[in-house]
């Protein structure tokens, strides 16, 4: 799906009725001013609607228009620090408690998915693992699109539809490649599925599957096949400290 057909998505035909009752999925409702400076605030004021977690620990108070240099925390950008769409993003920063333990970031709502959810879509802008969860249930992530600044995410919440649920984004602790970085925008349910493996992959694979059929009866190759292609595209970003240096650059400098 390109970015022209996500734009068709969030038509008023597309997106699932009424958004159940989730609030702030946009995080549009924060209370906090644009010129307010950085520093700590109310939890409350910067993500309503929303629970933030370290690890299981629930926070009354985040960053407002900051970063961490490696413990976990989660902030609310505005528009001059690296927000993506609108006046405001969710920043989650999955790093440490002290040197060595690492600790989640999430942020998290319980509320009733719409009757016709079949997919939640949502923008994000990362480096190494987002999770998104259901009911305690992760899902398969699926990068569907891009924008100008961030990428369209999918998972299939079909399952859920109708339910009242635990709707949880997480940006797991620090990690030997570093730690997970994710900036979380536009959150929508749709009654559009996510993508579904294409036709040319299907025969790919379906024509891997016959030829390894053919050597395993045969045992003329000793050797084995290659490494299965994944369908979809994988929730990891590059995997390197350096990616998640220039991302707090970027960030800062902004």
């Known amino acids: 799906m ?8 969030l038509t008023v035909a597309s997106v699932a009725n009424g958004q159940g009752t989730f609030r702030n999925m946009d995080f549009e409702q924060s209370q906090i001013p644009q010129n307010q400076p950085s520093g700590l605030v109310a939890a409350d004021l910067a993500f309503p609607s929303w629970t933030v977690y370290y690890g299981s620990t629930p926070q009354t108070q985040v960053l407002w228009n900051d970063v961490s240099v490696g413990s976990t925390l989660a902030s609310l950008v505005g528009q001059r620090s690296g927000a993506l769409d609108g006046g405001y993003s969710a920043f989650l920063f999955g790093g440490s408690s002290g040197p060595s333990t690492p600790v989640d970031c999430s942020i998290s709502q319980v509320g009733q998915l719409p009757d016709d959810a079949v997919s939640l879509l949502f923008e994000a802008h990362g480096v190494q693992q987002l999770t998104v969860a259901v009911s305690g ?6 990068d569907v699109s891009s924008g100008p600044n961030y990428e369209v995410y999918g998972v299939n919440v079909s399952q859920f539809a109708g339910m009242q649920e635990d709707l949880r984004f997480t940006a797991p602790g620090f990690t030997p490649n570093g730690p997970n970085i994710w900036t979380i925008d536009n959150i929508v349910f749709s009654t559009t599925p996510v993508p579904e493996p294409s036709t040319a992959v299907l025969v790919a694979l379906a024509g891997l599957a016959l030829l390894n059929k053919s050597l395993m009866t045969n045992r003329r190759s ?10 979809g595209r994988a929730t990891h970003a590059p995997s390197l400290p350096s990616a998640a240096v220039a991302y707090l650059n970027r960030s800062v400098s902004k």
Do not use: E, S
């Not at 390109?2 to 998505?9: E, G, Q």
């Not at 249930?137 to 699926?142: A, D, I, N, S």
């Not at 000793?222 to 369908?231: I, M, S």
């Open 137 to 142: 249930v992760t899902l398969p992530l699926f």
């Open 222 to 231: 000793p050797l084995p096949l290659g490494a299965k292609r994944k369908l």
């Open 2 to 9: 390109n970015a022209a057909l996500f734009l068709a998505v």
